[in-house]
Structures are given as C-alpha cells and as structure tokens.
C-alpha cells in the first residue's frame, strides 16, 4: 500500500516528469522511500526533507539534494519545485505556495488533523499553483505493475529500518508510532528470528 500510495502522489496526483523538480516532505518514512524511488526512476531531480540519521539512507537511494527539518526549515530555503510531496504533514498552504513554481502541483498525503486537512482541500489552486490531497486507491491493477515494473528493473526496493521478533511486537507498534523509522519495520513471525 505504501508503494502505491507514493506512485499515486508522484506519478497521478503531481504528475511528475523528467526533468521537473520535486520536494518530498517525510522522505524517510514507509511512503516516502517509496516516493524517492518513483521520482527518481520517471527522472526527477530530488529534494529529501528528512533527519539527520536519515539522511544517508535517502542519499543511497539517489536523491539529489536533502534538507535535515532539525536545522533549516524546507519553506524557507528560497528555491521552487515544479512538485511538493507531503507526507510529514509539517508545511501549511503557505508553506507549499512558497515552494511552488507556477503552475505547480503539491499532493498531501498526510495531514495531522481536521483543520489541518481541510485547509489543504479548501486550498485548491492560486497562480497556477495547485494543491490536491492524495489517497491511495488500491482498487486499480495498474499501480501495482507498475510496482512489479519498477522492481524488476531494480529502480524499486524495499528498505528495512528494523526488525522485531513476535515476543517484541510492542516495541516495534513504539518505534513505528516514535521512533521516526527510516524504512519499514518488519515483525519476525518465525520462532527462530533468523529464518
């Protein structure tokens, strides 16, 4: 689901192309690995809003440039992407005006609360700037060849930040909800971690 939901922001909803410039707020996360991966492999020069322990993990997958949220503030940086997406939830409206191009498009994918979404959809477009909330929609087969696709040509893996046996499941549900993961977290149903 994390894959789709990255290809549908990048591809769908942002629309993204050779060439175009992205931002990806909440680039280390389960989606945003995801979404690093797809833009670069539709040939996309990227920027990565994440900490500063993610910061290598984002930069082995190939982004272009990254941005540590803990010492400078990715709305302030005084450059404009042709596509913002936010998955940390952390910009406002203002924030993706000021990092779009004209004509841009922002995808928000998440949002920390009611108000917070209800600002993004009531934001619509101004000077050609766009702003779309994005949910996935799993109910259509071509997300996921194209997955497949991406995979197979090695333009699409999948990072693992940590893995937990069955008996430590609550601390794996802890670093998941605080933790800020970069990658996803597997639980090892096996009694043997190894296997």
């Given amino acids: 689901m994390a894959s789709v939901t990255a290809l549908q922001a990048v ?3 942002a629309a993204v192309k050779k060439g175009q410039s992205i931002i990806i707020n909440g680039a280390s996360g389960g989606v945003g690995i995801f979404a690093v991966q797809i833009a670069k492999a539709y040939g996309a020069v990227v920027t990565a809003v994440c900490s500063t322990k993610s910061i ?6 190939g982004t272009d440039f990254t941005i540590d949220y803990s010492k400078e503030n990715a709305a302030c940086i005084g450059r404009q992407f ?4 936010d998955i940390a939830a952390t910009l406002s409206v203002k924030d993706y005006r000021r990092l779009l191009k004209p004509g841009g498009i922002c995808a928000v ?7 917070h979404m209800l600002s993004y959809n009531f934001a619509g477009k101004r000077d050609g700037k766009k702003i779309k909330l994005c949910s996935a929609d799993n109910k259509n087969g ?8 991406l995979a197979e040509s090695g333009q699409l893996k999948v990072v693992i930040d940590s893995r937990y046996p069955l008996n430590n499941a609550a601390e794996a549900l802890h670093r998941a909800e605080s933790g800020h993961p970069a990658g996803k977290i ?8 190894n296997e």
Avoid: W
């Avoid at 290598?56 to 997958?61: G, Q």
């Avoid at 071509?142 to 696709?149: H, K, Q, S, T, V």
């Fill in 56 to 61: 290598p993990v984002v930069r082995e997958l």
């Fill in 82 to 85: 042709d596509a913002v997406i």
């Fill in 11 to 13: 591809r769908d909803t």
């Fill in 142 to 149: 071509d997300e996921l060849l194209e997955i497949n696709r």
């Fill in 109 to 115: 994918i998440g949002f920390s609360t009611i108000g």
């Fill in 186 to 193: 597997i639980i090892n149903i096996a009694e043997d971690d």
